[in-house]
């Protein structure tokens, strides 16, 4: 169920009111991969054998977000299987959120393709099949982080801490290419069956030297996850990526967020002002986790230090 949440006082710069999603959701699609949160309605689709661009045939529905869908298809051209993303408008959407829309998803594939690393989704391609686009993307094998909680539960720290390298090893690249993702978070990270820990959905990604023609009155991100400066509207930072991560870490090995709340008015006063809940299962991770957790973005741990640490703890 969307919110409307009036962020305003000692810890914003300004009052402004942004619609948001339920705790862990966020406000825009899913990745390669990612499940659905309730089924859109008033959107028009695809369905399984329909040709796309002239060359990409629909297979089956990988997952659903709140702007689109990715499915599984196979490039008639080239003989190989990719995931497609489609983006949905509504059909009473005006021209301009097409075009807002448009921009998304152009917004989206450069922001994924300027990473050349194995622990970022690959983007190949982008289409337009009507008046809308689509991304054409690497499919990836096995499940997200968010799947596998909640068919397994909990993961073990050994798991967790292997996962915790490969992600941070990930995020330095990120941020080295001048991106910042903003959505880090359980349903974003794909554990493929090759062992490949991969980030995917760069929907509401920033980068440093382009500006996004789109609107900003909807507060972008997961509740749940979302770093206190994303909260106050700064401009985007590699340290927001890393308070993030620390609430996935965190996720990963209690079962739920550290900052989760019943309702989203009270996770996103419990991100700006709460400390995370104590749990003795972070283990030996604890003070990685901890120090991703920082309130201040200027003393939170840095992608090296934390990388460093986490490997030192994976030697032992």
Known sequence: MRALVE??????????????????????????????????????????????????????????????????????????????????ARKADSEDAKRVIRARALNEARTAARIDHGGVVRVWDVVRDGSLPWLVMEPLSGRTLAEILAGEGPLAIDRVTEIAAQLLDTLRAVHKGGVVHRDVKPANVQLCDDGRV??????????????????????????????????????????????????????????????????????????????????????????VIAGLLVKDAARRLSADAAHTAVLELHRR
């Open 198 to 287: 991969v980030l995917t959905d760069f929907g509401i990604a920033w980068m440093r030297d382009e500006e996004l023609n789109c609107p900003r009155d909807v507060l972008e991100g997961s509740p749940a996850f979302i770093s206190p400066e994303q909260l106050r509207g700064d401009e985007p930072a590699p340290p927001s990526d890393l308070f993030s991560l620390g609430a996935t870490l965190f996720t990963l090995l209690e079962g739920s967020p550290p900052f989760a709340k019943t309702d989203v008015w009270a996770t996103l006063t419990a991100v700006v002002q709460d400390a995370p809940r104590v749990s003795p299962r972070t283990g030996r991770l604890g003070t």
């Open 7 to 88: 962020l305003s006082g000692r810890h914003s710069r300004v009052s402004q009111t942004r619609r948001v999603a339920s705790p862990t959701e966020s406000t825009v699609a899913a990745g390669p991969a990612i499940r659905s949160y309730g089924r859109p309605s008033g959107l028009a689709s695809a369905s399984s054998g329909q040709l796309v661009a002239g060359r990409f045939r629909i297979q089956s529905l990988l997952g659903r977000g709140g702007v689109g869908r990715v499915w599984l298809a196979e490039d008639e051209l080239l003989r190989r299987p990719v995931a497609l993303k489609q983006y949905l």
